[in-house]
Nanobody, 114 residues
Framework: QVQFVESGGGLVQPGGSLSLSCQGS????????MGWYRQVPGGQREFVAGFTSGDETKFANFVSGRFIISRDKDKNTVFMQMNSLKPEDTAVYYC????????WGQGTQVTVSS
């Protein structure tokens, strides 16, 4: 099993910035993929950004250069800096880790509103 500690998120005005972090622990086999999805009420969970098991970075088209992800592989931690946030970025953001199976964090709320 894999456990997560997610932090960050909260309320920010449009155009502002927030950062998220997620640390995984437990039975983590390497290599692994890790990153973030998001979900709005009544909607499907959608990919935001992440690292592949080959250490490539991937971003959803809607990110448009606004988000930056980084990782500390020794600590199984991924970070996401979100800039130029828009109201449509409002969602619950879920950390994921894929090794032999897919694991999800508990999610953290991001609200972009004036």
């Amino acid at each position: 099993q894999v456990q997560f500690v997610e932090s960050g998120g909260g309320l920010v005005q449009p155009g502002g910035s927030l950062s998220l972090s997620c640390q995984g622990s437990g039975s983590i086999s390497r290599p692994y993929a890790m990153g973030w999805y998001r979900q709005v009420p009544g909607g499907q969970r959608e990919f935001v950004a992440g690292f592949t098991s080959g250490d490539e970075t991937k971003f959803a088209n809607f990110v448009s250069g606004r988000f930056i992800i980084s990782r500390d592989k020794d600590k199984n931690t991924v970070f996401m800096q979100m800039n130029s946030l828009k109201p449509e970025d409002t969602a619950v953001y879920y950390c994921y880790l894929y090794t032999e199976k897919l694991y999800w964090g508990q999610g953290t709320q991001v609200t972009v509103s004036s």
